[in-house]
């Protein structure tokens, strides 16, 4: 029986289990944006001392269920074992924590975007005591973030195990990408914070997301590729909108400046 050392130096040695390492690690990290942008949308809600913490704790708690859930690979291959059938479409337990999981996608995201268009309707939230508020909301936070990162690590821990069969690659591909998460989170999240517009795209992209896991959990593959192709089409867009804002800014600064700072003469 070969040796673990034996076993790891056969594997560095092998140009198939690196090649194996690099696309992991490339499609943890795509998949890890989708749970990045939630906990990045969740976090910016609270006051500006907790953001920070509440990334991290959400990020080392994705890393924590991923690493758990390696440790049950057996287990988890299981959950595509189908459990029972609807008009002849089977469901299984991954099925049914994707659905779950986009469902609640589907809502947070509808929930956000009515906030975002009609903020008055949490006004009422000031006139109780501050401390218990965000206490409550940071609670609230991190149960959200536990709850989507139990779907997302699923579905992380199942993507690996189709593209490998190695356990120490796909727990080299989690901590890679887990660590990109913890280094792209408060950059991710202040860039949301002060960009509104930026907000609303990406409360669409979880709507999207929330609806492509309904489907999936329905049988329907959608190709990733499509779904993060068209979000790089729509950041694409909204950074040539920022950048247009930011010229017309400046022309306008300029403008007020060459007049003596009154832009009105």
């Known amino acids: ?39 990045s949308i969740l976090s910016n809600k609270l006051p500006a001392e907790h953001r920070s913490r509440v990334r ?3 990020i080392s708690l994705a890393l ?11 287990w988890i291959v299981t959950l595509t074992a189908p459990l029972f059938s609807v008009f ?32 008055e309707s949490a006004d009422h939230l000031l006139d109780k005591d501050k401390a218990d508020v965000v206490i409550s909301n940071i609670g609230g936070a991190i149960f959200q973030i536990i709850l989507l990162d139990l ?52 409360l669409g992209f979880l709507l999207m997301i929330g609806m492509v896991l309904i489907a999936e959990g329905f049988g329907a593959h959608v190709p990733k590729g499509y779904i993060y192709a068209a979000m790089a089409f729509s950041a694409g867009v909204e950074a040539l909108n920022m950048w247009q804002r930011k010229s017309q800014q400046r022309k306008a600064a300029a403008a007020a400046a060459s007049h003596g700072g009154d832009p009105g003469i």
Do not use: C, Q
């Open 56 to 58: 991290r704790i959400g």
């Open 64 to 74: 924590v269920m991923r690493l758990v859930l390696l440790s049950t690979i057996a």
């Open 151 to 202: 779907v997302f690590s699923i579905d992380s821990i199942l993507t690996a195990v189709g593209m490998t069969e190695h356990l120490p690659i796909m727990v080299i591909a989690v901590l890679v990408a887990i660590a990109v998460m913890l280094l792209a989170a408060d950059p991710l999240g202040e860039f949301i914070h002060k960009n509104p517009t930026v907000v609303m795209l990406a």
């Open 88 to 119: 002849g479409n089977e469901f299984s337990w991954k099925d049914i924590i994707l659905i779950a999981g986009g469902l609640f996608l589907v809502w947070k995201a509808t929930k956000e975007i009515h906030h975002s268009v009609d903020p």
């Open 1 to 39: 029986m070969e040796t673990l050392p034996a076993y790891l130096l056969s594997l560095m040695a092998d140009p198939a289990a690196w090649a194996a390492l690099i696309t992991l690690i490339v499609m943890e990290v795509v998949l890890g944006i989708d749970n990045l942008i939630f906990i």
